[in-house]
């Protein structure tokens, strides 16, 4: 082989080797690029995180924000009193549940908003008049404390409408993930509730 060729073949296999490297790198680099884009949106999506709480189911028990921790909660704001939106929001709950009732990891909770009222054995019979299932839960407490965590942790309005028997609060559904932390809001109004909600709830399921 001559000294030319010699020369050809080593330019041909440098130029291969250093067109595999640029390949490689710029692999790499996507994946990089990528993976900081997801992390951002991932932070991003984090719409406020639940303090500790202590407040009190239907069935007397304590509920805090630890019992919460490992499963994806679905969480709406009622009063038992309500001859609004409140019914309705129920029913929506109510078949969000029957939708996924086989999944062991999703969670419901509706906070009413009228504590005052509704007390525990309130909530235990408006559950059961509502068919509420096993992995539904109903809080109340001290209004200050359950307006708290619903002004500072789900960073939802609740107030007492002046002059009328009305308590003003969120008509969405939030979506928690695993950590505790507020990752989604859902028009309750709409037709495909469970089809909007149920791509969201997936991610969330397969995040740790």
């Not at 984090?46 to 499963?71: C, I, K, T, Y």
Request: proline content about 4%; overall charge neutral.
């Amino acid at each position: 082989m001559t000294p030319e060729a010699v020369r050809k073949r080593v330019f041909l296999v440098g130029g291969i080797l250093l067109a595999m490297m640029l390949a490689v790198s710029a692999v790499l680099f996507t994946r990089e690029i990528s993976r900081i884009q997801e992390e951002k949106t991932r932070r991003s999506e984090v719409m406020g995180e639940l303090p500790d709480f202590a407040l009190v189911s239907q069935n007397g028990r304590s509920v805090g924000r630890s019992d919460l921790l490992g499963r994806v909660h679905v969480v709406n704001f009622f009063y038992t009193s309500c001859t609004g939106p409140s019914p309705v929001l129920t029913k929506k709950m109510a078949g969000l549940q029957e939708a996924w009732l086989d999944e062991q990891d999703i969670g419901y909770m509706s906070i009413t908003v009228d504590p005052e009222r509704d007390t525990p054995t309130v909530l235990a019979s408006y559950a059961a008049e509502n068919g509420a299932r096993e992995g539904w839960v109903f809080l109340t407490g001290e209004t200050e404390r359950v307006h708290d965590v619903i002004r500072h942790g789900f960073r939802s309005p609740v107030y007492a409408i002046s002059g009328a028997e009305a308590i003003h609060h969120s008509l969405r559904f939030a979506l928690l993930d695993k950590r505790g932390r507020v990752r989604a809001h859902l028009d309750a109004a709409s037709p495909t509730l469970v089809a909007d909600a149920a791509p969201i709830v997936k991610r969330l399921l397969a995040e740790n």
